[in-house]
């Protein structure tokens, strides 16, 4: 079965050697993808002394953010959000940030809801609090 690789002209750059998305069959899978903006270093809600330490994050701001990206990926690869099949989420810290992205999480995913496993993680490669890793379905034409 051919594979595609997906590229986004639209959603951040990858920090690292890999596709936003592969296309296997009808299936998608994003890499992980966090808040950045396309362009850019900049992560919404994100405060960083000057040796690039987070000083505070806003979590209502990086997951709106990262779910704009998610969604600007699936669209790129022919899909959309409500084909989403299962989301990894990767947070930072679980205690400060769950209840918050959980209520933000919960507005997002009210008709479709795929399969979800939420983990914390001590650190992300950049200074995000949130990543998703994401498998979606393509419509068939």
Known sequence: MPQQK????????????????????????????????????KIPGVELDEHGNILSHDIEAQCHSVFRNVRTVLEDAGSRWE???????FLTNMKTDFQTYNQIY????????????????????????????CIASIDES
């Open 83 to 89: 084909n989403l099949l299962d989301v990894t989420v």
């Open 106 to 133: 919960a507005q997002y995913f009210k008709s479709n809801q795929p399969c979800r496993t939420t983990v914390e993680v001590n650190a992300l490669p950049t200074p995000i609090a949130i990543e998703l890793k």
């Open 6 to 41: 997906i590229i986004s002209q639209k959603a951040p750059e990858p920090v690292g050697l890999y596709t936003h998305a592969r296309q296997f069959g009808n299936l998608l899978f994003l890499s992980g993808i966090g808040p950045r903006e396309r362009g850019s270093d």
